[in-house]
């Protein structure tokens, strides 16, 4: 596809379960973004990626959450033993290796911790 | 801290009129600054970017303006239309090349 997907698109677990979020970047887009977004709050800066490092962990909220992007492309979130309070939105974003150009947004995964 | 404040956070006006968003920023190394837009269950979209060697930037009804030695930044709509209608994020580029946003601005355009 020609934009950033995002899979699931819903989530539905269960407090103290284990969940994968999964972002497919746009293809060739070296810089990879995880953003948590609240009900009316603004997009929420998690992880950020170049290539398959990560440049910038500073915003994961606890050693519950992780991020990996192997091969520099697909990246998965990952949340251990969720809590209800991790119910959110989680934006992944992607854009070109050039500083300062636009990073465009998936759908988001909506995550509701039961 | 790494910090983009934006106010107000609702603003109503009435179609035709301008509507005007103001953001600050925390670090004055940023140097991108873009503006999405997000419409209800949607994701946020791009609407105008501006970079810290300009002052100023125009498309068509959106404008940005920047103050560096401020830190301000502010977002213009001009002849406003109810389809203009949604919430509005500004964002600063910070040193790691992360994107900071702000709160959101609640845009309602009444006929």
């Known amino acids: 596809g020609a934009g950033v997907s995002q899979t699931p698109s819903n989530k539905v677990t269960e407090k103290g379960k284990y969940v994968e979020l999964r972002c497919d970047p746009i293809?060739?887009?070296?810089?990879l973004y995880w953003y948590r977004q609240s009900l009316g709050q603004g997009p929420e800066f998690l992880i950020y990626f170049q290539g398959t490092g990560a440049a910038d962990d500073s915003g994961l909220p606890n050693d519950r959450f992780f991020a990996v992007r192997p091969e520099g492309s697909v990246s998965t979130l990952k949340i251990q033993r969720t809590e209800r309070g991790d119910s959110a939105v989680y934006l992944c974003?992607?854009?070109?290796?050039?500083?300062?150009?636009?990073?465009?947004f998936g759908q988001g995964t909506r995550l509701t911790v039961v | 801290g790494e910090n983009v404040e934006q106010h107000p956070s609702t603003l109503s006006v009435q179609e035709g009129d301008s509507a005007v968003i103001k953001c600050t920023y925390s670090d004055s190394a940023s140097n991108y600054f873009p503006w999405y837009k997000q419409e209800l269950g949607k994701r946020p979209q791009l609407i105008i970017d501006?970079?810290?060697?300009?002052g100023e930037k125009k498309d068509q009804r959106i404008a940005v303006t920047l103050n560096k030695t401020a830190k301000h930044f502010s977002l213009h709509i001009t002849e406003t239309q109810p389809e203009d209608s949604a919430v509005y994020f500004c964002a600063a580029k910070y040193n790691t090349d992360k994107l900071i946003f702000g709160t959101g601005t609640r845009l309602q355009v009444f006929p």
């Open positions: 974003a992607s854009s070109p290796y050039q500083m300062n150009t636009e990073a465009f």
């Open positions: 501006i970079r810290s060697n300009v």
């Open positions: 293809s060739g887009h070296t810089a």
